[in-house]
C-alpha cells in the first residue's frame, strides 16, 4: 500500500462499477476495499481485476481455528494487500490466521462502527469503550498486524497497542456529510490525529459528482 492513507470502499453492486470508480479514483488513494457485496457476487474476480497488493479485502472471518487457517490460504493466491478478520473469533483462531498468512496483513475487526453501548448490550458485550481496547489488545497478542475500530476509540487502542500495529478505520466523514448507518464517526483529520493509520471512505468519495478530485481534497486535507 502507498504511503496515501485512503482506502475507497467500493461497497457497490456490480464488478462494473467497482472497475469504473478505480479507473477514474487511480491513484489518488492507496488501495481500494473489496467487501461482502462484491466479493459475494464475483469472488476471486473482484480482488484480480483491480490489481495485485491494491485489495483490503473485507471478508470478517469469523469460525473455528482450523476454518479460519483454511479461510486464510485459499485468499493467499490473490495477493491481497489486506485481510480482514473478527476478533470476537478468539485467540486460537487469531493465532490460526496470521500463521496461515503469507504477504497479507491480518487485521481484526473489534467492534462494528454501526454499534452503539445498546448494541453491544443487546449482544451480550461490554460497552465499546471497554470492547475495543480489550479485543485489539487479544488481536496484538495474537499476532494479528493491526484492527479494524471506529474512529472514536483510536487514541484507546493506540494505548494498549503501539506502533507498528496498525490501526485502520472505518466509518470516516468529510466534515458536513451524511453519517448514514455509522453510530461512531470522525472526520478524516480528526481519525488521522487521533492515531489512525489507514481511513476508509466509501460513500463521501464513491458517490461524489468528482471523485477523483473528492479524494484528492482529502488527502491534501492530511497532507
Do not use: W
Not at 85 to 93: F, I, Y
Not at 94 to 101: G, I, M, P, R
Not at 116 to 126: H, I, N, Q, S
Not at 184 to 195: H, I, L, Q, W
Amino acid at each position: 500500500m502507498s504511503e496515501n492513507p485512503i482506502i475507497v470502499a467500493l461497497d457497490v453492486p456490480t464488478l462494473e462499477e467497482a472497475t469504473d470508480l478505480a479507473s477514474v479514483i487511480g491513484d489518488e488513494v492507496g488501495a481500494y476495499k473489496v467487501g461482502l457485496q462484491l466479493f459475494g457476487a464475483y469472488g476471486p474476480e473482484a480482488v484480480r481485476a483491480l490489481g495485485e497488493q491494491r485489495v483490503f479485502l473485507v471478508l470478517k472471518l469469523h469460525d473455528i481455528p482450523n476454518t479460519m487457517a483454511g479461510a486464510v490460504r485459499s485468499v493467499r493466491p490473490l495477493r491481497v494487500k489486506l485481510l480482514t478478520v473478527h476478533a470476537l473469533a478468539g485467540r486460537a483462531a487469531l493465532e490460526a490466521a496470521n500463521d496461515a498468512k503469507r504477504e497479507e496483513k491480518i487485521l481484526a475487526v473489534t467492534i462494528l462502527t454501526s454499534f452503539d453501548d445498546a448494541t453491544c448490550k443487546e449482544v451480550g458485550l461490554p460497552p465499546t469503550a471497554e470492547a475495543v481496547p480489550a479485543l485489539a489488545e487479544l488481536a496484538f497478542a495474537a499476532g494479528c498486524d493491526g484492527v479494524i475500530c471506529a474512529p472514536t476509540d483510536v487514541e484507546a487502542v493506540r494505548a494498549v497497542c503501539p506502533k507498528p500495529f496498525l490501526i485502520v478505520t472505518p466509518g470516516v466523514r468529510p466534515a458536513g456529510s451524511d453519517q448514514n448507518e455509522q453510530a461512531r464517526v470522525s472526520t478524516p483529520r480528526g481519525a488521522m490525529d487521533a492515531g489512525a493509520d489507514r481511513l476508509v471512505i466509501g460513500r463521501p468519495i464513491t458517490r461524489a459528482e468528482d471523485p477523483a478530485a473528492t479524494a484528492r481534497a482529502i488527502a491534501e486535507g492530511l497532507a
